[in-house]
């Protein structure tokens, strides 16, 4: 079967899973206003004519609203004014674990029960070590802990889904199979920093993150992704200016190679929604199961990154 062969059944079957689902599923996107979340979001609403309770999750405001603008709208008459359905936009620094309680809380006072969880957010930097005001590093703050608060904080959500007999999901898109030995001294990378070392110590906390939340809630499906070269505005925007100059040069170059962001939503919606049950997945690029995922640590590791996440992201007051 070729790949284009391959991706049109894929299409299907995601559409006509999404569009069977009873009621009104609600769909949370974080890091949703560009790249790969976008496009898993604008797939979502198209899937279901509208008729879903889709949030976008980020900072990017003007984004959010013309994603939001052109998302299907229910047209069947009285749909269209119907309470039964919602598109919103709730402006977030998933940077911040602040933030990220206060929108998580917002979601939750909103929707009693979340079906999808989706976490993409992210950015590519060479710099060193750039603490948050909370003290974090950046990039660990929105490749890890703030994923790890985000499936916390809307953990009984999530339950009460599959409590009503409903879909729960969760999906982080990083670059599940490809991370390195945990490092039990130094969690949070305070001690020794480098690009390699955080690349791979978040893809592994990851890895541990979708362990730990199975073994808490062995109903839901926990899935860690590794979306393989997507074509995204990261290089783009990217703080590093060497990086943005580079995006001119290298994009044009290595696009034809590139997965659009429209398909890998399809790759990614097909692995998450891969009826397997309930279980910690890691999924490769084309939505299939990593069978050889590197796996470097046991249940007393897990534990422990699990205490230090603990305290990391705990919000005073």
């Known amino acids: 079967m070729t790949r284009q062969v391959r991706l ?14 009873p009621g009104t599923p609600v769909a949370v996107f974080v890091g949703g206003t560009s790249g790969i979340g976008q496009g898993m979001a604008e797939a979502f609403a198209r899937w279901r004519g509208g008729r879903a309770h889709i949030v976008i999750v980020g900072r990017n405001e003007d984004a959010a609203a013309d994603i939001l603008a052109h998302l299907p709208k229910p047209s069947r008459d009285g749909e ?3 309470a039964n359905w919602t598109h919103e936009f709730i402006p977030c ?24 969880l989706i976490l993409s957010a992210g950015f590519l930097s060479t ?8 003290g974090l590093d950046k990039k660990l703050a929105l490749h890890y802990y703030s994923r790890w608060k985000f499936i916390c904080e809307l953990e009984p959500a999530l339950r009460k889904a599959k409590d009503e007999g409903e879909e729960a999901r969760v999906l982080s898109i990083l670059a599940a199979g490809k991370g390195a030995r945990l490092d039990l001294e130094d969690l949070g990378l305070e001690k020794r920093y480098s690009a390699a070392r955080v690349r791979g110590q978040a893809i592994t ?15 839901i ?32 170059i290595f696009r034809p190679l590139l997965t659009s962001k429209e398909d890998c939503a399809e790759y990614m919606w097909h692995g998450l929604l891969e009826n397997a049950g309930a279980m910690p997945r890691r999924i490769r690029w084309d939505g ?30």
């Open 8 to 21: 049109s059944a894929i299409r299907l079957s995601n559409a006509e899973t999404i569009f069977r689902m």
């Open 80 to 82: 269209q004014a119907s």
């Open 93 to 116: 620094d998933v940077s911040l674990m602040s933030k990220v309680h206060a929108a998580s809380q917002l979601i939750a006072s909103k929707y009693s029960k979340v079906n999808f």
């Open 127 to 134: 710099t060193g070590r750039d603490e948050t005001s909370e």
């Open 205 to 219: 906390y990851n890895d541990y993150m979708i362990e730990s939340f199975y073994a808490r809630n062995p109903e």
């Open 221 to 252: 499906t926990f899935t860690h992704a590794h979306p393989g070269g997507v074509d995204t505005p990261l290089m783009d925007v990217s703080p590093s200016p060497w990086m943005r100059a580079m995006a001119y040069v290298i994009l044009p």
């Open 288 to 317: 299939t199961v990593i069978d050889d995922a590197s796996w470097s640590g046991d249940e007393e590791a897990g534990r422990i990154l699990w205490e230090h996440t603990v305290k990391a992201t705990k919000v005073e007051g």
